[in-house]
Each structure stands twice: as structure tokens, then as C-alpha cells.
């Protein structure tokens, strides 16, 4: 499944679907996430123009929309715990599932505009200057493996050195050192 933010359908479109996804098997997915009321019924364009159509929302925004809500658009809420705070593991659920439509808009039009899409945000980032979060964890990865190594080594010379100081006592002051002078027989130190 690839997906995308803000993506302008056609060529200098003035319509914008807030996430789209296209998946392997040629089904376009929209998302037009809502946060109030007032964003609800908002004029700007809601655009369901793939196979499968949602709304993302407070679940309290469902509750009191749910009966302005077109049959085929499905809804997705954030999953919460019984205490009613949000359950982070799992951001969202789907309270009501979306029903197969036919495209409102040529497959090959959504596709170039989802690539324009992706384009733009590589670009944004590429310009940005920033390393992508991939690179990050790279790089952290990369500095825990030296890290582990590191300590891996200093933990064999330890070793080594106890060993090595184990050794010497033994021989130095024989089996029974650790009982020393004054010590009792009852293996405590």
C-alpha cells in the first residue's frame, strides 16, 4: 500500500484529498479527516473520489454527525481505552466500514496525481536539508552495533584481567584465600 498527504487530483486540480492510498491490486482509498463540526460542514470540497471513501474523527465529532454521513462512506475514530483516553498502540478503528464505489475520477488520473504527489513531499524533503527518519535510524542503529562491540571487547578484557587476577590470588595464597585469617567456615564473606 502506498499513501500519500494532500494529494491535488488532475492537473491543477483545486480539489485535494487529505490521505489517498493506492495498493497493489489497483483499489484507491480516501481519507478527508474532519476534527469539529464546524470543519464538517465546511465548503470546502470533501473529496471521495476513490473505491473505498472514509472519514477520520473524534469519535465524539461521529457521534454527532453520524446520522449526515452518506451510506457507502466509511469512518475511522481513535480506538480508546474504557476510561475514554486514547489508546496510542492502535490510533484509529473503524466505526463504520466504507462500501465499494465505482472511481468518480480516470484510475490513471489518480495515479498521476498521487505520484505528483509523493514527488512533492520528496522534494520538501530533499530541500529541507534534513536527513529522513530512515537515516536517523540508521545511524542510531549503526551507533548501538559500535556501542554493543565496544562494550562486548571491554567486557572480554575484564574478563580476561579477573581471570588473570583469580589466578594470582590462587596461587599466591591457595584455594582457602577466601576464608582468610579470623574468617569462620560458613561460606560468608
Known sequence: VFGCYEVTIGWFGHER???????????FRCYEIKVSKSDFHSPAATTFCGHYNY??????????????????????????????????????????????????????VLKDSIIRSLCRDVGKQVASGNP??????KRELAEERRMAEYYRKRLDSLQEQYDHLYATVLKTYGEDWERGPGRDYDNSI
Do not use: F, H
Request: net charge negative; glycine share 4%; aromatic share 10%.
Open 132 to 137: 529522513t527518519l530512515i537515516e536517523i535510524y
Open 55 to 108: 472519514y477520520v474523527m473524534p469519535r465524539a465529532l461521529y457521534e454527532q454527525v453520524k446520522d449526515e454521513i452518506p451510506a457507502d462512506i466509511g469512518v475511522y475514530c481513535e480506538c480508546q481505552r474504557r476510561d475514554g483516553t486514547a489508546y496510542e498502540a492502535e490510533p484509529c478503528v473503524s466505526v463504520k466500514k466504507a462500501k465499494r464505489r465505482e472511481l468518480t475520477v480516470d484510475a490513471n
Open 17 to 27: 484529498v487529505d490521505y489517498m492510498t493506492y495498493d497493489t491490486k489497483g483499489v
